[in-house]
């Protein structure tokens, strides 16, 4: 019994299941995030706020989806011991995507609540001057949410002698991991988690008081907000429950087993690239958020089969 239990999955979760998700999520994802921001930027005459906040959405994804190589390359290959500059910068720009991404949808689904309130954008939050300063304020925002992890993984490095790259439930002293884990819980994940759903539902409140007015025009806006919303849900919740019982696992007065210790951490290893899979699904909310983007990229492809034609 002692000896099966000895036995730590973790190992070949890395190398046949983190290895491939990450390489599929790459391969996937950054095709059609690389679509979207070509798409914002050669193609769409004109922004507005929503199209701010997607945009760094978009830009946030492509550069998470470029470490994602690198990750599975490691797995695949078992190599524990990182080079400390490239591990301290893959967990920055991994956390910082995780809790950029729902805050930005947060505000995308706060943009389409005030827009059915004020159609004709007079309120100030729909300017293209205010979604920029959210912008910027989003990412100092999600900058400092972070700042403490990248303190725990030098401690951590430091403490291997600047080798080993150790995952965030694997870091530093438990105690203290796990009151910063709880904290980066409840603010980069369920506070914009409910901003999402509340704003939703208020516009679905809004379109009943309103309904002989504006009959049915919103309706899809508020249901891919809706579907946005249970997408974190699903995609983000497990690896936070997850994340926070590993930690938990390692406090010294629970005195667990190695073997249960091995167990949890394989459940959580299992949730990770689950979470990250928003980077894949993004893009189908930017092409059905707005149909002027949508509309965009349709002409530019016109324009440009009609120009080859011209040339054959």
């Excluded at 706060?110 to 100030?124: N, S």
């Excluded at 709880?182 to 506070?191: A, D, M, Q, R, S």
């Excluded at 699903?234 to 249960?260: F, G």
Aim: charged share 15%; with cysteine; hydrophobic share 50%.
């Amino acid at each position: 019994m002692g000896s099966n239990c000895s036995d730590d999955i973790t190992p070949l979760l890395e190398r046949y299941y983190l290895s491939p998700m990450y390489g599929l999520e790459f391969a996937i994802g950054f095709i059609g995030n690389l679509v979207v921001v070509l798409g914002y930027i050669f193609c769409l005459p004109t922004w507005k706020s929503t199209n701010v906040y997607l945009f760094n959405l978009s830009i946030s994804d492509l550069i998470f989806l470029c470490t994602l190589p690198e990750l599975s390359y490691n797995y695949t290959y078992n190599q524990k011991y990182f080079n400390s500059r490239l591990c301290v910068i893959n967990r920055y720009i991994l956390f910082v995507n995780l809790y950029a991404s729902i805050l930005f949808m947060m505000w995308v689904s706060v943009d389409r609540f005030l827009l059915l309130c004020h159609p004709q954008r007079e309120h100030i939050l729909l300017t293209l001057k205010a979604s920029l300063c959210i912008t910027i304020l989003n990412w100092i925002w999600v900058n400092v949410q972070i700042a403490p992890l990248i303190v725990f993984i030098i401690q951590d490095l430091d403490a291997n002698n600047w080798t080993a790259c150790q995952d965030f439930a694997s870091l530093g002293e438990a105690r203290l991991v796990l009151i910063y884990s709880i904290v980066l819980t409840i603010t980069g994940y369920v506070i914009p988690l409910l901003g999402l759903f509340i704003s939703s539902q208020r516009m679905v409140s809004t379109l009943v008081k309103r309904e002989e007015v504006l009959g049915t025009s919103f309706q899809r806006p508020v249901r891919i907000l809706r579907a946005s919303a249970i997408m974190f849900l699903v995609l983000y919740t497990p690896i936070h429950v997850m994340r926070n019982v590993r930690v938990v696992s390692r406090l010294p007065k629970l005195n667990l087993s190695q073997c249960s210790l091995d167990k949890i951490n394989a459940v959580y290893t299992v949730t990770r690239p689950i979470a990250f899979a928003h980077s894949v699904i993004n893009p189908v909310f930017y092409f059905l958020m707005t149909d002027s983007f949508k509309e965009a990229l349709l002409d530019k492809w016109r324009q440009l089969k009609r120009t080859l034609l011209t040339k054959s």
